[in-house]
């Protein structure tokens, strides 16, 4: 079952949710890769029935083609990071839901979903309630305000804003 879809700017389509050797490629575990022709797994998927990209929408693209990832879990959940070549974790989430990733012209990473803080790898936890913005090169996490009061599910950019969806009042 395909849950989450993004096509990068080469048009390679890439494919989340909860599937294991997808269309029979071997290691195409809940994360695979479709390049016009045939499907490729994504190195050594760090993906397992406990923790993929569930949510749709808990994966997007960069400008430079990386692509993101945000896992569901029963207790964390990590923002990872594929650049081609290899997995990288770059943040943990405190709770179970990573509802939706989204990137912003300058390159920064907005997680929505369902937790209470984030750690960014190497780093210390921020406080995050449900929403925080997630800077790449500086590997740093900034809550947004005080955060939303339960579970975000989407985010969207518009006219220089940026639109949450979700559970919360």
Same mark, same amino acid.
């Given at each position: 079952?395909?849950?989450?879809?993004?096509?990068?700017? *080469?048009?390679?389509?890439?494919?989340?949710?909860? $599937?294991?050797?997808?269309?029979?490629?071997?290691?195409?575990?809940?994360?695979?890769? !479709?390049?016009?022709?045939?499907?490729?797994?994504?190195? *050594?998927?760090?993906? *397992?029935? =406990?923790?993929?990209?569930?949510?749709?929408?808990?994966?997007?693209?960069?400008?430079?083609?990386?692509? !993101?990832?945000?896992?569901?879990?029963?207790?964390?959940?990590?923002?990872?990071?594929?650049?081609?070549?290899?997995?990288? =974790?770059?943040?943990?989430?405190?709770?179970?839901?990573?509802?939706?990733?989204?990137?912003?012209?300058?390159?920064?990473?907005?997680?929505?979903?369902?937790?209470? =803080? /984030?750690?960014?790898?190497?780093?210390?936890?921020?406080?995050?309630?449900?929403? $925080?913005?997630?800077?790449?090169? /500086?590997?740093?996490?900034? /809550?947004?305000?005080?955060?939303?009061?339960?579970?975000?599910?989407?985010?969207?950019?518009? %006219? %220089?804003?940026? !639109?949450?969806? %979700?559970?919360?009042?």
């Amino acid at each position: 079952r395909v849950q989450a879809l993004v096509i990068d700017s *080469t048009c390679l389509l890439y494919i989340a949710g909860e $599937f294991t050797d997808w269309d029979g490629t071997a290691a195409s575990d809940y994360i695979s890769k !479709y390049d016009g022709a045939s499907w490729s797994a994504l190195g *050594t998927s760090p993906f *397992t029935a =406990s923790n993929y990209p569930a949510q749709a929408g808990a994966i997007a693209i960069d400008f430079s083609d990386d692509l !993101y990832t945000g896992e569901t879990t029963a207790t964390t959940a990590v923002l990872r990071k594929w650049d081609g070549s290899s997995w990288t =974790s770059l943040v943990t989430v405190s709770s179970l839901v990573c509802g939706a990733l989204f990137i912003d012209d300058n390159g920064d990473i907005y997680v929505c979903g369902q937790f209470t =803080s /984030a750690t960014p790898t190497g780093g210390s936890a921020v406080s995050a309630n449900n929403v $925080f913005k997630y800077t790449p090169g /500086a590997g740093t996490i900034v /809550a947004l305000g005080t955060g939303l009061n339960t579970r975000s599910y989407r985010a969207h950019r518009e %006219g %220089g804003l940026i !639109y949450f969806t %979700g559970q919360f009042t």
